[in-house]
């Protein structure tokens, strides 16, 4: 399986600012994705991140208030823009191997709460 | 479009007793079927996964899942809980073929499975 770290773990920010989250894979992935976990919710596809290009959102998000990059095929960041209370989630980065196509592996998430 | 209903958001069992926790899916198109597990504070680890293969799949932990093509469900057994198994469950589906925006997951609602001691 893919180990996957994210950068930072945990967050206190204030309305109106952004937040970049990054995150690393140990080996190299063919899927990258960012989900969404409100609290005491399950959790949302945000976007597909793909390398060398744009990334592909669902319904309800946005590039202008989640705009995401993925530079190669380990790394990839999220930003939340303009923050709002509602903002306030878990933010995790998900993987799909190149051996392993079948399987979505998660990171440990992100713990954003905007003031 | 593909959705999954998890029934119960929480279910409470005495410790030793049998884990059933229901998971109902719909699905267009043959479906990839997923168990995670969240602690507390973390993320999510991979219980089980049905891809297609054996329809009676075992996991960590002592888990297994039927896959039941004719009731549309993935129900997560285990046969003795133990107080460490205490945790939020969530069942996912996904489309067997890729590309058109069919690569992610889809979760249901979760439920929060509590042991008594």
């Known amino acids: 399986s893919a180990v996957i770290s994210q950068k930072p773990s945990r967050d206190i920010c204030q309305r109106g600012t952004s937040l970049t989250i990054q995150c690393q894979v140990d080996?190299?992935?063919?899927?990258m994705f960012w989900y969404r976990q409100q609290p005491g919710q399950s959790l949302t596809l945000i976007a597909t991140?793909?390398?060398?290009?744009?990334?592909?959102?669902e319904s309800g998000f946005v590039i202008d208030k989640f705009p995401i990059s993925r530079p190669n095929l380990t790394f990839s960041t999220l930003t939340v823009s303009n923050m709002s209370p509602e903002d306030s989630s878990i933010y995790l980065c998900?993987?799909?191997?190149?051996?392993?196509?079948?399987?979505?592996?998660f990171g440990p998430g992100t713990r954003l709460l905007v003031l | 479009a593909q959705s999954v209903t998890q029934l119960g958001s929480h279910v409470s069992v005495s410790e030793g007793a049998l884990v059933l926790l229901r998971c109902n899916y719909s699905?267009?198109?043959?479906?990839?079927l997923f168990w995670y597990v969240q602690y507390p504070n973390q993320g999510l680890q991979l219980l089980l996964k049905?891809?297609?293969?054996?329809?009676l799949v075992k996991g960590i932990n002592g888990f297994e899942a039927e896959f039941k093509k004719s009731e549309t469900s993935f129900h997560l057994t285990k046969p003795s809980a133990h107080m460490s198994d205490a945790a939020e469950y969530f069942c996912?589906?996904?489309?067997?073929?890729?590309?058109?925006?069919?690569?992610?997951?889809?979760f249901g609602k979760g439920t929060h499975l509590i042991i008594q001691p």
């Open positions: 998900s993987v799909r191997g190149r051996r392993n196509q079948e399987t979505q592996y």
């Open positions: 080996s190299q992935v063919t899927m």
């Open positions: 991140a793909n390398q060398g290009s744009e990334a592909t959102y």
């Open positions: 699905s267009s198109v043959p479906p990839y």
């Open positions: 049905y891809t297609s293969a054996a329809t």
């Open positions: 996912a589906v996904r489309s067997v073929y890729s590309g058109g925006g069919a690569d992610g997951l889809t």
